[in-house]
């Protein structure tokens, strides 16, 4: 009984994040990119420029999909 209460009550004050935009994704990954990061996963690259509408295929390095992501965050803004 007891772990049923604790589990409503951390349903209850746990904070659901609201899902990011397309957009936010990819300025948050220009971002990271630009405080020193790499990107590990060039799928997850690929994935957030499709969302934002670019084709991209699979052979594009991922450098270059980085460059396509800038400009359509800057056009965006």
């Known amino acids: 009984m ?3 209460i604790l589990g409503r009550l ?4 746990a904070a ?3 899902p990011l935009s397309d957009i936010e ?4 990954l ?3 990119i630009d405080r020193g ?3 590990l996963n060039p799928a997850r690259v690929n994935a957030i420029a499709r969302n934002l509408g670019l084709e991209v295929s699979r052979k ?6 980085i460059e ?3 400009k359509a965050v800057e056009r965006a803004a």
């Not at 951390?10 to 004050?13: F, M, P, R």
């Not at 994704?25 to 948050?28: G, M, P, Y």
């Open 16 to 18: 659901k994040k609201a």
């Open 25 to 28: 994704q990819a300025r948050q």
């Open 2 to 4: 007891r772990k049923g």
């Open 37 to 39: 990061g790499i990107p």
């Open 68 to 70: 396509r992501l800038r």
């Open 60 to 65: 594009a390095p991922v450098e270059e999909t």
């Open 10 to 13: 951390k349903k209850l004050l």
């Open 30 to 32: 220009i971002a990271a």
